[in-house]
């Protein structure tokens, strides 16, 4: 395990290795997010989602508890910390994130000063064409979406739009009428939720969307639900194919 010196005990402390680099402890921050899941449990989930490598992005090791057992705790880089809060998707979420993110402005602003005047000039330089690309890259989430993810979301509709209807095998997959009218609340949806709309108030195609809400309109189809009237649709459309076996 690295040597941690403790720099800042504001909402979750934050420790320094002997390389300079911001860390904090898995369970510190389990605990100021208020998670109501095991920590063994969000840890390993919170660490896969955000693709982390262990080594690079955190280490874990081994702790002795004082009634004399031992668990599993790990050191997490600040930046994948960050990541892990936004991920709850929460008040206290966002709260903790800001809050890394002000400690890295400090330490970055600290940092600088020490420097030469040379380097100093070299580092804004640096941030300007930092800058620059950043805008860019929002310029390039600005727009619809690309052919690829257009199609990508088009088959995530489609395979909830199967699951809906009971699989390819029911009859409501089978009656045109039903199927379209799923797939086309689904896109609705979409549609209303991120304001695909035409200066007349009509809908846009679906692939109109940003880029920048991709994977909240994949959430959005992970959780859609089907209106009462289709549900009713699709149940007596399956019911008399029961009813013809029987």
Not at 39 to 50: E, G, P, S, T, V
Not at 86 to 93: D, H, S, V
Not at 101 to 117: F, G, H, P, R, V
Request: proline share 1%.
């Amino acid at each position: 395990m690295k040597q941690l010196i403790n720099i800042e005990d504001g909402l979750v402390p934050v420790y320094e290795t002997s390389t300079g680099e911001k860390v904090v402890y898995g369970t510190e921050l389990h605990e100021v997010l208020g998670v109501k899941s095991k920590f063994a449990d969000w840890i390993k989930n919170r660490l896969n989602d955000c693709e982390a490598v262990e080594n690079d992005d955190f280490e874990a090791f081994s702790k002795n508890l004082e009634n004399g057992g031992r668990t599993k705790e790990y050191i997490i880089k600040l930046d994948t910390a960050k990541e892990m809060a936004m991920l709850e998707r929460n008040e206290k979420g966002k709260q903790v994130r800001r809050y890394f993110i002000q400690i890295e402005k400090k330490y970055k602003a600290n940092s600088l000063a020490d420097l030469s005047t040379e380097l100093q000039a070299v580092i804004v330089v640096d941030k300007r064409v930092t800058k620059v690309e950043q805008r860019v890259e929002r310029l390039e989430y600005d727009i619809p979406l690309y052919a690829a993810e257009a199609d990508e979301l088009s088959n995530h509709v489609k395979r909830k739009g199967v699951e809906l209807l009971g699989g390819k095998n029911s009859n409501a997959y089978k009656d045109t009428k039903i199927r379209a009218s799923v797939y086309r609340d689904i896109y609705n949806q979409i549609r209303r939720e991120f304001g695909l709309f035409d200066d007349k108030g009509s809908y846009k195609s679906y692939k109109a969307l940003k880029r920048r809400y991709i994977y909240d309109a994949h959430e959005l189809v992970d959780a859609y639900e089907l209106p009462t009237y289709l549900i009713e649709q699709i149940r007596n459309c399956n019911a008399q194919m029961n009813m013809e076996v029987a």
